[in-house]
């Protein structure tokens, strides 16, 4: 049977096996013991040409419904624009490895230098990785990374408004790794920083994780956290959505020693979660720390400037059982549509994303309170493009109402808490229709 | 190739723009965020245009080199040819549009999706069931670990706090074991890097969780002995762990679960075609054996006698490992490449991978050292030279191929030789480009006599020459405004 | 041909320690110095911080190599050599005159158990 990916004629195969002096394909095989050969019928579908595997894509396409987003939870339907896809799927790009050959890697080395740089840029640190697989992955590197760049301590403190699938990350690292953590709880919608600041006395806390904008959507105020873990010795990570950092507090502004989270949403489409692109940044003290792949400038020797994977005698590679993490790739794609997605926007774009996403969210969020379905949960705490209430209406019915017209929205947060998101791509008459449709929805 | 010198920043020019979005017409705006929770400082992005944009982007695509321009013999990277349907069905609207929260019945597709390659890829590895979270090779690898963990955990055998590695392993493997809390034991090779089961037996106690294995090994020669292997750790209550970085040459031909293996994962940007995006997105599924299917990671899917699909966990799930379902369009494009081999054709893959493999070998065996000279599976290693007089390198070799328009193999690894080139041809590639490769060894086999000095100075035709990487870790750079 | 130097104490793991008094001065061999070429960062301890004999108390790294440090003495770190900060290259340029740390020794028969430069010399050129 022909196959297109496999170019090998008859007489090719047969004047190879000549040079390599074995009389079959079988026979290379020769050494490996019979009882492992898998002789049988593998269980899988018959090949199929290209137009039916198409068809076969389209045919489990139609079994999703595409829904109005109206929730975020840790992903965002921002608009990505349509030079992205033009650019990402270039072969040079798409199909190289990772750029270990600087000399033949300049455009994968330079594109990663200017994610570096913006990510660097919107967090306020210093520096930056080339990219981690998603948020919470991230989340979980920078507590190895705290546990590795202080000495003598035991634990690390989460704060309990982090992302709940955030948390459970960590917590995985943490529980197999070794290392002890605490939540703390929330006080109002936000961090308990007292709470927080009683268990730094016990000098043991090798981080604290604490988000800049919270899963409730409150943009928390982080003041005072760097110099109370400071004072222990400890580092303050800040988890954050990237998208509005643009326009909050960064997380260098609040005194942060590590920034990470998951740059979905700069452009990348929601894909059933993934792939994302985790990031993670750090003070430049901290540098020697920070896992994963980094690059560098330099020149060449006819003193050209050019890039390179830098700093690698922290990794695994060379580290093997002493690497603070096992790392050894990045989401460098995905880094790539988040580069583009910040070229194209630049500073007053960023500002109009956030411009629209807070418009429509507290729009959409005054319109609720009129219906009457709804009520204030966290009274007068600030929020930028996502936001919980408490409803009157039965949370999953509610939500799985709306689901059934078209929109997904009100997503249950325990309790009678729902959590609405706005972006720009949201117009006034989808959220005016979908607050009627809400209306509608008998207790 | 053309060197292009910019960085977008150097493009920027205050008040151009590049996005296209609406007017804010909102009452409220962000600007209303209360003064001491607002970004003071500026963000410092580029203000550039559209064209700009995409004129930059393609000017730096134009220094890149992949699978699409041309041969990648990299060794343990299994750069096949990516298939152009599996970009398209990828990027289907209807699973770029949805969200990882939907309610499961809108989200039919998508779970029939990740359930379907997980039968698929138990089909192919004869491992009972499989998580398809973890984000790449070395996300899998901590994942199975975990589950090794976990599964001695829960049977109350606490003891079990070291794993076996192989000193021909990749770094990977014991730094993964590190960061799950294991011990790591080294179990020395032979002189062909196959594990010396002697050895083997002096290490086996009560406190070891598992071994962590490749197989074929890292040299490209299969472990013959595996079944005594596997018997002699299930013998001490250990668990095999497979790990899948070189299981291209056994696709369609034999199975880690018949070898005796437990847990596994598989580097879909290997085995499975999808493109490796100049280092990620890839994708690490985790098998595992019917005893250990409950320690999976969370979340998962399964389906119901109706034919629905819902997503589930389980209490003695060793965790989360990621934010949501992992790379999801990577799977897709990895499912698109197994409808297309079908039953019939998966099994030529391996086959097909192996010869290439051998055949480069033994052509080029007279000019380059070949220290085990043995039928290799998917890659082989090399030595250096065969002739060590000329003082030429492994690096001034691997820099020369750029010169003439190949990507270099891997080098100096495995650590077993001083001068190692592991050369991997993967199967979708054709007789005449080996040819012209093995021309293009020899040629460089023959300056090395003749003109040593022209590879110690490679290359010379790429957009950028050898590289000051000591000041590079010295006095690190990393973003634009430290330049 | 590496250099060694009389009236220091050496260790199989390639430190040199030099004992002034209470104090030792440590640092990494000319030949561990040429075995990982240039040098570019050397990862320092703390002063107070506390080690034994035969524990790591830092790393040195090359562009693609890192080694552990192993200190041959124990003690309580009184100082750390900030140069090497901004100037990892001066143990390029001169091994023995690069020290890593000044230690206060807990326990100075500890050098007893170590190499003089004779032995050490012997004990590099078996390793070689």
Same mark, same amino acid.
Not at chain 1, 8 to 19: A, C, N, S, V, Y
């Given at each position: 049977?022909?196959?297109?990916?496999?170019?090998?004629?008859?007489?090719?195969?047969?004047?190879?096996?000549?040079?390599?002096?074995?009389?079959?394909?079988?026979?290379?095989?020769?050494?490996?013991?019979?009882?492992?050969?898998?002789?049988?019928?593998?269980?899988?579908?018959?090949?199929?040409?290209?137009?039916?595997?198409?068809?076969?894509?389209?045919?489990?396409?139609?079994?999703?419904?595409?829904?109005?987003?109206?929730?975020?939870?840790?992903?965002?339907?921002?608009?990505?624009?349509?030079?992205?896809?033009?650019?990402?799927?270039?072969?040079?790009?798409?199909?190289?490895?990772?750029?270990?050959?600087?000399?033949?890697?300049?455009?994968?080395?330079?594109?990663?230098?200017?994610?570096?740089?913006?990510?660097?840029?919107?967090?306020?640190?210093?520096?930056?990785?080339?990219?981690?697989?998603?948020?919470?992955?991230?989340?979980?590197?920078?507590?190895?990374?705290?546990?590795?760049?202080?000495?003598?301590?035991?634990?690390?403190?989460?704060?309990?408004?982090?992302?709940?699938?955030?948390?459970?990350?960590?917590?995985?690292?943490?529980?197999?790794?070794?290392?002890?953590? $605490?939540?703390?709880?929330?006080?109002?919608?936000?961090?308990?920083?007292?709470?927080?600041?009683?268990?730094?006395?016990?000098?043991?806390?090798?981080?604290?994780?604490?988000?800049?904008?919270?899963?409730?959507?409150?943009?928390?105020?982080?003041?005072?956290?760097?110099?109370?873990?400071?004072?222990?010795?400890?580092? =303050?990570?800040?988890?954050?959505?990237?998208?509005?950092?643009?326009?909050?507090?960064?997380?260098?502004?609040?005194?942060?020693?590590?920034?990470?989270?998951?740059?979905?949403?700069?452009?990348?489409?929601?894909?059933?979660?993934?792939?994302?692109?985790?990031?993670?940044?750090?003070?430049?003290?901290?540098?020697? #720390?920070?896992?994963?792949?980094?690059?560098?400038?330099?020149?060449?020797?006819?003193?050209?400037?050019?890039?390179?994977?830098?700093?690698?005698?922290?990794?695994?590679?060379?580290?093997?059982?002493?690497?603070?993490?096992?790392?050894?790739?990045?989401?460098?794609?995905?880094? =790539?549509?988040?580069?583009?997605?910040?070229?194209?926007?630049?500073?007053?774009?960023?500002?109009?994303?956030?411009?629209?996403?807070?418009?429509?969210?507290?729009?959409?969020?005054?319109? !609720?309170?009129?219906?009457?379905?709804?009520?204030?949960?966290?009274?007068?705490?600030?929020?930028?493009? /996502?936001?919980?209430?408490?409803?009157?209406?039965?949370?999953?019915?509610?939500?799985?109402?709306?689901?059934?017209?078209?929109?997904?929205?009100?997503?249950?947060?325990?309790? $009678?808490?729902?959590?609405?998101?706005?972006?720009?791509?949201?117009?006034?008459?989808?959220?005016?229709?979908?607050?009627?449709?809400?209306?509608?929805?008998?207790? | 190739?053309?060197?292009?010198?910019?960085?977008?920043?150097?493009?920027?020019?205050?008040?151009?723009?590049?996005?296209?979005?609406? /007017?804010?017409?909102?009452?409220?705006?962000?600007?209303?965020?209360?003064?001491? !929770?607002?970004?003071?400082?500026?963000?410092?992005?580029?203000?550039?245009?559209?064209?700009?944009?995409?004129?930059?982007?393609?000017?730096?695509?134009?220094?890149?080199?992949? %699978?699409?321009?041309?041969?990648?013999?990299?060794?343990?990277?299994?750069?096949?040819?990516?298939?152009?349907?599996?970009?398209?069905?990828?990027?289907?609207?209807?699973?770029?549009?949805?969200?990882?929260?939907?309610?499961?019945?809108?989200?039919?597709?998508?779970?029939?999706?990740?359930?379907?390659?997980?039968?698929?890829?138990?089909?192919?590895?004869?491992?009972?069931?499989?998580?398809?979270?973890?984000?790449?090779?070395?996300?899998?690898?901590?994942?199975?670990?975990?589950?090794?963990?976990?599964?001695?955990?829960?049977?109350? $055998?606490?003891?079990?706090?070291?794993?076996?590695?192989?000193?021909?392993?990749?770094?990977?493997?014991?730094?993964?074991?590190?960061?799950?809390?294991?011990? *790591?034991? *080294?179990?020395?090779?032979?002189?062909?890097?196959?594990?010396?089961?002697?050895?083997?037996?002096?290490?086996?106690? /009560?406190?070891?969780?598992?071994?962590?294995?490749?197989?074929?090994?890292?040299?490209?020669?299969?472990?013959?002995?595996?079944?005594?292997?596997?018997?002699?750790?299930?013998?001490?209550?250990?668990?095999?762990?497979?790990?899948?970085?070189?299981?291209?040459?056994?696709?369609? #031909?034999?199975?880690?679960?018949?070898?005796?293996?437990?847990?596994?994962?598989?580097?879909?940007?290997?085995?499975?075609?999808?493109?490796?995006?100049?280092?990620?997105?890839?994708?690490?599924?985790?098998?595992?054996?019917?005893?250990?299917?409950?320690?999976?990671?969370?979340?998962?899917?399964?389906?119901?006698?109706?034919?629905?699909?819902?997503?589930?966990?389980?209490?003695?799930?060793?965790?989360?490992?990621?934010?949501?379902?992992?790379?999801?369009?990577?799977?897709?494009?990895?499912?698109?490449?197994?409808?297309?081999?079908? #039953?019939?054709?998966?099994?030529?893959?391996?086959?097909?991978?192996?010869?290439?493999?051998?055949?480069?070998?033994?052509?080029?065996?007279?000019?380059?050292?070949?220290?085990?000279?043995?039928?290799? #599976?998917?890659?082989? %290693?090399?030595?250096?030279?065969?002739?060590?007089?000329?003082?030429?390198?492994?690096?001034?070799?691997?820099?020369?191929?750029?010169?003439?328009?190949?990507?270099?193999?891997?080098?100096?690894?495995?650590?077993?030789?001083?001068?190692?080139?592991?050369?991997?041809?993967?199967?979708?590639?054709?007789?005449?480009?080996?040819?012209?490769?093995?021309?293009?060894?020899?040629?460089?086999?023959?300056?090395?006599?003749?003109?040593?000095?022209? !590879?110690?100075?490679?290359?010379?035709?790429?957009?950028?020459?050898?590289?000051?990487?000591?000041?590079?870790?010295?006095?690190?750079?990393?973003?634009?405004?430290?330049? | 041909?590496?250099?060694?130097?009389?009236?220091?104490?050496?260790?199989?793991?390639?430190?040199?320690?030099?004992?002034?008094?209470?104090?030792?001065?440590?640092?990494?061999?000319?030949?561990?110095?040429?075995?990982?070429?240039?040098? *570019?960062?050397?990862?320092?301890?703390?002063?107070?911080?506390?080690?034994?004999?035969?524990?790591?108390?830092?790393?040195?790294?090359?562009?693609?190599?890192?080694?552990?440090?192993?200190?041959?003495?124990?003690?309580?770190?009184?100082?750390?050599?900030?140069?090497?900060?901004?100037?990892?290259?001066?143990?390029?340029?001169?091994?023995?005159?690069?020290?890593?740390?000044?230690?206060?020794?807990?326990?100075?028969?500890?050098? $007893?158990?170590?190499?003089?430069?004779?032995?050490?010399?012997?004990?590099?050129?078996? /390793?070689?």
């Amino acid at each position: 049977m022909s196959f297109p990916y496999f170019p090998h004629t008859d007489t090719d195969i047969k004047g190879m096996l000549e040079r390599i002096g074995v009389k079959s394909l079988d026979e290379l095989y020769g050494e490996v013991p019979d009882e492992v050969i898998y002789k049988g019928d593998y269980d899988l579908p018959d090949a199929m040409p290209e137009m039916e595997i198409r068809r076969y894509f389209e045919n489990l396409d139609k079994q999703n419904r595409r829904l109005t987003v109206f929730c975020g939870c840790g992903a965002y339907d921002h608009y990505s624009p349509a030079v992205i896809p033009a650019i990402i799927s270039r072969g040079e790009f798409l199909t190289a490895y990772t750029p270990y050959q600087a000399e033949i890697s300049q455009g994968t080395l330079r594109y990663i230098f200017e994610f570096q740089t913006m990510i660097a840029g919107l967090t306020g640190m210093d520096c930056a990785n080339a990219s981690m697989y998603d948020g919470a992955t991230s989340a979980a590197e920078a507590m190895l990374m705290a546990m590795a760049a202080t000495k003598k301590k035991s634990r690390i403190l989460v704060s309990g408004t982090m992302p709940a699938n955030v948390i459970e990350t960590v917590s995985t690292y943490a529980k197999y790794h070794g290392f002890g953590m $605490d939540v703390i709880p929330e006080d109002g919608g936000v961090t308990d920083k007292k709470s927080m600041a009683d268990e730094l006395l016990a000098g043991d806390v090798a981080g604290i994780l604490v988000p800049s904008v919270n899963r409730y959507g409150i943009i928390e105020d982080l003041s005072g956290l760097a110099d109370a873990v400071h004072v222990s010795k400890g580092l =303050l990570a800040v988890y954050s959505d990237p998208s509005v950092l643009a326009v909050i507090r960064t997380p260098g502004e609040w005194g942060a020693d590590i920034a990470c989270g998951d740059a979905q949403p700069l452009g990348i489409p929601l894909n059933f979660g993934g792939p994302y692109v985790g990031f993670l940044a750090c003070r430049k003290e901290l540098v020697r #720390k920070l896992p994963g792949r980094i690059v560098g400038a330099t020149t060449d020797i006819d003193g050209k400037r050019a890039f390179v994977l830098t700093l690698q005698a922290r990794e695994q590679h060379i580290r093997r059982e002493k690497a603070n993490s096992n790392i050894c790739s990045n989401q460098s794609l995905m880094a =790539l549509y988040v580069t583009i997605y910040l070229s194209l926007m630049g500073k007053e774009g960023m500002r109009r994303v956030n411009d629209l996403s807070y418009g429509g969210a507290h729009y959409l969020h005054k319109r !609720l309170l009129e219906t009457g379905k709804f009520s204030e949960a966290f009274e007068g705490k600030p929020f930028l493009k /996502e936001f919980t209430l408490r409803t009157s209406l039965p949370a999953e019915k509610l939500h799985a109402a709306l689901a059934a017209k078209g929109y997904l929205a009100a997503m249950p947060m325990g309790d $009678d808490l729902v959590s609405f998101c706005v972006t720009e791509k949201r117009t006034r008459e989808e959220i005016d229709k979908l607050v009627e449709l809400i209306k509608t929805v008998e207790p | 190739m053309k060197y292009y010198d910019k960085l977008i920043f150097e493009l920027s020019q205050n008040g151009r723009c590049g996005y296209s979005l609406p /007017e804010c017409g909102w009452d409220e705006t962000a600007t209303d965020i209360s003064a001491c !929770l607002r970004r003071e400082s500026d963000t410092r992005l580029p203000e550039v245009s559209e064209p700009d944009v995409v004129r930059h982007y393609t000017n730096l695509s134009n220094m890149n080199f992949g %699978v699409d321009t041309g041969f990648y013999p990299l060794g343990s990277c299994t750069m096949k040819y990516n298939p152009k349907i599996n970009e398209e069905v990828a990027s289907m609207p209807g699973f770029a549009c949805l969200h990882p929260l939907q309610p499961e019945s809108t989200a039919q597709g998508a779970l029939q999706l990740y359930h379907d390659l997980s039968k698929a890829l138990s089909a192919i590895t004869g491992m009972a069931e499989f998580s398809l979270n973890p984000f790449a090779g070395a996300h899998g690898e901590l994942t199975g670990l975990m589950i090794m963990r976990q599964y001695h955990l829960q049977r109350g $055998d606490v003891g079990r706090t070291r794993v076996i590695v192989p000193d021909s392993a990749h770094g990977t493997n014991p730094a993964s074991a590190a960061v799950c809390g294991l011990e *790591v034991v *080294v179990v020395k090779s032979k002189p062909d890097g196959t594990i010396d089961t002697e050895e083997l037996a002096s290490l086996l106690d /009560e406190t070891i969780a598992g071994i962590m294995m490749t197989n074929p090994n890292t040299l490209g020669l299969f472990e013959t002995e595996i079944l005594k292997i596997a018997e002699m750790v299930h013998g001490c209550g250990g668990l095999l762990y497979y790990d899948g970085a070189n299981f291209n040459p056994l696709l369609g #031909k034999v199975r880690p679960g018949d070898m005796g293996f437990d847990i596994l994962h598989l580097n879909l940007h290997k085995t499975f075609s999808t493109p490796h995006g100049g280092g990620g997105p890839g994708s690490g599924p985790v098998g595992v054996a019917s005893r250990l299917a409950e320690y999976l990671p969370y979340p998962r899917v399964e389906r119901d006698d109706d034919g629905c699909y819902h997503i589930v966990g389980s209490d003695k799930s060793a965790g989360r490992v990621s934010g949501f379902m992992g790379n999801f369009t990577v799977l897709m494009k990895a499912y698109a490449y197994i409808l297309s081999l079908g #039953k019939q054709n998966i099994k030529k893959a391996g086959a097909l991978a192996t010869l290439n493999a051998n055949y480069i070998k033994e052509s080029l065996k007279d000019c380059y050292k070949l220290p085990v000279d043995k039928l290799c #599976k998917h890659e082989f %290693v090399f030595d250096g030279l065969a002739d060590k007089s000329t003082g030429v390198t492994t690096l001034d070799i691997a820099k020369r191929l750029l010169d003439y328009g190949f990507h270099a193999p891997t080098i100096y690894f495995p650590l077993l030789f001083h001068q190692s080139i592991m050369i991997e041809p993967t199967e979708t590639e054709s007789k005449e480009t080996l040819d012209a490769f093995v021309s293009v060894m020899r040629k460089i086999a023959e300056e090395a006599k003749t003109e040593p000095e022209v !590879l110690r100075d490679a290359p010379h035709n790429t957009p950028v020459r050898r590289l000051d990487e000591t000041t590079a870790a010295k006095h690190p750079i990393l973003t634009y405004f430290e330049l | 041909m590496a250099k060694t130097i009389e009236g220091l104490y050496y260790s199989e793991s390639h430190e040199w320690v030099r004992i002034e008094g209470e104090y030792g001065y440590v640092g990494i061999t000319d030949y561990a110095q040429q075995a990982m070429g240039n040098i *570019v960062y050397v990862d320092m301890p703390e002063e107070d911080d506390e080690f034994t004999a035969g524990e790591e108390f830092g790393a040195v790294e090359s562009v693609k190599a890192a080694s552990d440090l192993i200190s041959p003495v124990s003690g309580v770190v009184e100082e750390i050599n900030n140069d090497l900060e901004d100037k990892p290259e001066l143990i390029n340029q001169d091994a023995y005159s690069a020290w890593i740390m000044k230690i206060r020794l807990t326990n100075p028969e500890e050098k $007893d158990s170590l190499m003089d430069a004779t032995a050490y010399a012997a004990f590099c050129e078996k /390793e070689q």
